[in-house]
């Protein structure tokens, strides 16, 4: 059973995707609804949920600003879909790491296909366990780099440098790849999520915010598209496929 809290300053549109919840996903419960930015942050931290349907146009703060806060507060696995009448903001949520985009009204072909997504992504080996467990820390795996808290959701790849001899992480909002302990091996990695997807033998990516891929490179979504170079092997191609159905 999956956890979701509406948020969303239009009744009429709460209660259309609480009733289309309702009739259409038997396995989703709806733990709460908020009609601002406000009683929405206290929702998610006091109730976790699995999943958040986030209007972008609220009375105190914009659904896109609000998202950066909600996401430190949802479980590891925990999903942001944004919903708008406005079709204009799709890029700029994608940007900050929405899961999916539903416009409004909300078409059912539509809603069946991100509820879809929802539930591959929860049943995901390793992903139900980890909604029990809670966030993953990276602390043991990062050397004396401590001028921040990093979360996976933070990080879009993970290289192996050669020349170092270990791992690295490309976190966003930090220019040089944050350094992880020597000891560190792809197996421990491999390990953290099943949305860390490996590409090759020097690449991992956090499936998240990959665009899309071509000529067997992946392109990011922003703050990650000056990533460049991340080359997808032939023994990894099928599995990353898989995700772009």
């Known amino acids: 059973m999956m956890t979701a809290v509406i948020i969303d300053d239009t009744l009429t549109a709460l209660n259309a995707l609480s009733a289309l919840l309702k009739e259409r996903c038997p396995d989703i419960q709806v733990v709460g609804t908020a009609d601002t930015a406000a009683s929405g942050i ?61 416009t409004k009204p909300i078409n059912s072909d539509d809603f069946d296909e991100v509820i879809a997504r929802l539930r591959e992504m929860q049943t995901l080996p390793g992903n139900q366990a980890a909604a029990q467990e809670g966030e993953v820390s990276l602390a043991e795996l990062i050397g004396n780099y401590s001028k921040r808290e990093i979360r996976l959701r933070d990080v879009a790849c993970i290289h192996y440098n050669s020349a170092q001899r270990r791992w690295e992480l490309d976190v966003a909002g930090i220019d040089a790849p944050v ?11 491999e390990n953290l999520s099943p949305e860390l997807v490996r590409v090759s ?45």
């Open 42 to 102: 206290a929702l998610v931290i006091r109730q976790k949920p699995q999943v958040v349907f986030l209007d972008v146009e609220l009375p105190d703060m914009s659904g896109l600003d609000l998202m950066y806060e909600l996401v430190g507060e949802l479980p590891r696995n925990g999903k942001i879909v944004i919903y708008s009448a406005h079709t204009k903001y799709i890029l700029r949520a994608m940007r900050a790491m929405a899961f999916d985009f539903l």
């Open 179 to 189: 350094p992880l302990r020597y000891n560190v091996h792809s197996k421990d990695l």
């Open 201 to 245: 033998k020097e690449y991992m990516v956090n499936i998240n915010y990959v665009r899309d891929f071509s000529d067997d490179v992946c392109h990011f979504f922003p703050p990650f598209d000056n990533i460049k170079g991340v080359v997808i092997s032939r023994r990894y191609r099928s599995q990353l496929k898989k995700y772009f159905k």
